[in-house]
Structures are given as structure tokens and as C-alpha cells.
């Protein structure tokens, strides 16, 4: 069976090539009053959220093609505490680090967003042989990639551990809990509620009905497949783009129906007793079924 390569680090997988001093610096990071972290597992739609929030707080201005978004909304254990705290307030700050291992402070902001573990594999797999200097995965199947997944076995850790730690905190007020599949079903919404949120500048654009439009329009999957330079490294040209599917249920089209059902089970044993059981229950019953 093939695997992924990753840098191994504190019992902790991270893509190869991610520096080891950013992982630990960023952890130690001092949150600010008016920061906003983006925490999600890998790719549940954290880029989609950032940019909505960099629209926001931009006159829903585009980010030309020039710039990358990383450079404005860091990812805190990849480049380290220095660099987020030199950014110009309000920051916007991507993580993938569980509830615990975030940096925290009741006057900081957490908007967190799920998505089902189906899809989330599915986009992780592509990612994962996408970006072949990351992982050395450009030939591994999905269903090697199934395998490292279910095990947890996959860079930032496990799926549950990371949507149980973050699910316990749905109630507190600096935490916003939304899911990729209600931001695809209703966009407007969710920028919206993004803005409200986030509060200052980001609630004055989610209350102007043009701004929000353009905020649409620029962060719409076909708009966010332009230029792409912007949120992402050089993919080999066989290799699916960053901005690739985004759609739900994707997965019947490439997990077996058994792959289906391992994971649901692994969802209801991993969830039982707690909010996140709630989550998805169309999207379980046909993993179930
Ligand atoms: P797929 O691979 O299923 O298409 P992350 O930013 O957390 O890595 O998430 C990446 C996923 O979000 C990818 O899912 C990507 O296509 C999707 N995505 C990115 N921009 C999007 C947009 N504007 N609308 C919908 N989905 C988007």
C-alpha cells in the first residue's frame, strides 16, 4: 500500500517540507482583540472562507492576480507566531490545529466550518496526489489514501479528533460554526453571516446588498478557478486544480459502497452522545444505505 510522505513532528503529520519551528511558534501565538482565525480540517473549505472575509473586509475588491491570499490570511503553524503578529489588524488567520492546540482568547474570533467526511476525503485525496513535492503521492490510489484516512493516518491529524474538539465549543460566543455544504446551498447567507460575525468594516459590507453581490460574484467557484496562482503552488498539468469539484456527494463517484459505510460507522461511533451526530443526516443515510 502506498502512503503519503509527511514530516513527522510531536506525534503529528505534516506535509513534507512544512517547517517544524512555525508549527511549534504558532501554537504559542498571543491572539489579538479583532482577529478572526479560519479553523477547519484540510479541505473543508478554508480558502473559500478566508477569501470571503478578505472580500468583506476589502470593498469586495478582488485579490489581483499577483498577490496570494496566504500572504494576507496566513496559515499560523505553517509560517509561525511573527509573521501573523506583523500583520495590519483585523487579521485573518487560517488553521488547521485542533481546539486545543489554537491559540485562544475570548476577545478573538473562531469561524469554524465542517464539512462531511465523504467529500472531505474524496478533495483530501486529490490534494494529496495534486501536490507531488508536498507528498511523493502522484501515483497512490484513493483507495490507499481511504486506508490513511480512516486510520487518521493523513497530515493534520484525524478527521473526528478535529471536528469533536472544535464541536464542543459550538455554544461560545467568539465561535462561529457554519458547514461547506449550507455555504454552497446558500451563499448569501453565509457571507452574511460571515460579516455580522466578524463584526467593524466585514458587518457594514454584509448589510450592503451590492458589496455582498460582488462578494458572490469574486469568490463564486468560477470566479475563485480564475487565477488560481492566488491561493495555490504549481500543480503538475495532469494533476486536478486547487479549486477543483465543489460539490457534495461527490463521493459516490469514487468511494465504494463499502468505503461508504466504514466511515459512516466511523462517524456514528466517533460522534455518538455529542452535537456533531446531528450534523448531515441526509448525507449519512446515503452513506448508510
Ligand atoms: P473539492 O476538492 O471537493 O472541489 P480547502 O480550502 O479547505 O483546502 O478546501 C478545498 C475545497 O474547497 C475543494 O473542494 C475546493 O474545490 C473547494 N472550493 C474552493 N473554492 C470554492 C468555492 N469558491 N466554491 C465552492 N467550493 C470551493
Not at 97 to 110: G, I, N
Request: glycine share 6%; proline share 6%.
Amino acid at each position: 500500500m502506498k502512503r503519503p510522505s509527511y514530516t513527522l513532528h510531536d506525534g503529528f503529520r505534516m506535509p513534507m517540507g512544512f517547517p517544524v519551528a512555525g508549527f511549534a511558534s504558532g501554537q504559542r501565538y498571543v491572539p489579538q482583540p479583532g482577529d478572526t482565525f479560519v479553523c477547519t480540517y484540510p479541505k473543508c473549505g478554508t480558502t473559500w472562507t478566508q477569501y470571503i472575509l478578505y472580500l468583506l473586509l476589502n470593498g469586495a475588491e478582488p485579490l489581483a492576480p499577483g498577490r496570494r491570499l496566504d500572504s494576507v490570511s496566513p496559515h499560523l503553524e505553517e509560517v509561525g507566531s511573527e509573521v501573523v503578529a506583523a500583520l495590519p489588524p483585523p487579521r485573518i488567520v487560517k488553521t488547521h490545529l485542533a481546539r486545543e492546540r489554537t491559540p485562544w482568547s475570548a476577545a478573538a474570533r473562531y469561524v469554524v466550518v465542517l464539512r462531511n467526511p465523504f467529500d472531505c476525503a474524496v478533495s483530501f485525496y486529490h490534494h494529496t496526489r495534486g501536490f507531488v513535492k508536498h507528498y511523493d503521492f502522484a501515483d497512490g490510489t484513493f483507495d490507499d489514501f481511504f486506508e490513511c484516512f480512516v486510520a487518521g493516518e493523513v497530515d493534520f491529524g484525524d478527521y473526528f479528533d478535529h471536528l469533536l474538539s472544535w464541536i464542543a465549543s459550538v455554544h461560545d460566543s467568539n465561535v462561529l460554526v457554519l458547514t461547506y455544504e449550507d455555504m454552497l446551498a446558500d451563499t448569501r447567507a453565509a457571507i452574511r453571516r460571515l460579516g455580522g460575525f466578524v463584526g467593524g468594516a466585514a458587518a457594514a459590507a454584509a448589510s450592503d446588498t451590492d458589496v455582498v453581490e460582488r462578494v458572490v460574484h469574486a469568490a463564486s467557484f468560477a470566479g475563485m478557478s480564475r487565477d488560481q496562482q492566488r491561493w495555490s503552488s504549481a500543480r503538475p498539468a495532469d494533476m486536478p486544480a486547487f479549486v477543483r469539484k465543489g460539490a457534495v456527494a461527490e463521493w459516490e463517484e469514487c468511494m465504494t459502497a463499502a468505503q461508504a459505510r466504514r466511515l459512516a460507522a466511523q462517524f456514528d461511533a466517533r460522534t455518538a452522545g455529542t452535537p456533531a451526530a446531528a450534523l448531515w443526516p441526509e448525507l449519512l443515510a446515503r452513506a448508510r444505505a
